[in-house]
């Protein structure tokens, strides 16, 4: 797979604080920051229920560049995944949250659904400039297995 065929490849990735750290987040917190951005984005909680799949979840919109994509947010574990998206969008989100929803000095670590289904570890998110950061997460595709 070329260079071009990966920076387009669409996968979900998640992202949440370091191990043995928090965020501190609420839903009302990532809905005011999702609305001062977009004030029209949707936004709902499914407050869960008992069974294999327990806890509430936030489902949100958001503009990432020139894409519309969808996300999810829970409190317990905490963290934010953004689905259907490339390495690049990817990156803009993470920028994102680094000025909107990570509290000063925290780090971020992610993976992705292929990541996880190749039981990789989540990794750090580098604070380094755009082109750098979308790096990292091709290079992590590439790892994944999830290209063959």
Known sequence: ??????????????????EGS????????????LRERETDTFV?????????VRGSVMHFGITVG??????MAKLSPAGIAIEDCT??????FVKWLWGSIVPDGSSITFNTEWGLEAGLPDAL??????????????????VTGGLD
Request: proline share 7%; net charge negative; no cysteine.
């Open 22 to 33: 928090t965020w501190g987040l609420t839903y009302q917190g990532i809905e005011a920051n």
């Open 66 to 71: 020139e894409e519309e994509l969808e996300g």
């Open 125 to 142: 998110v580098p604070q380094v400039p755009r082109p750098r950061l979308v790096a990292t997460f091709l290079a992590h595709l590439e």
């Open 87 to 92: 390495a690049l969008a990817a990156a803009e």
């Open 1 to 18: 797979m070329d260079a071009s065929e990966l920076a387009e490849l669409r996968a979900m990735y998640v992202f949440g604080p370091a």
């Open 44 to 52: 709902r909680i499914d407050e869960g229920e008992e069974g294999p």
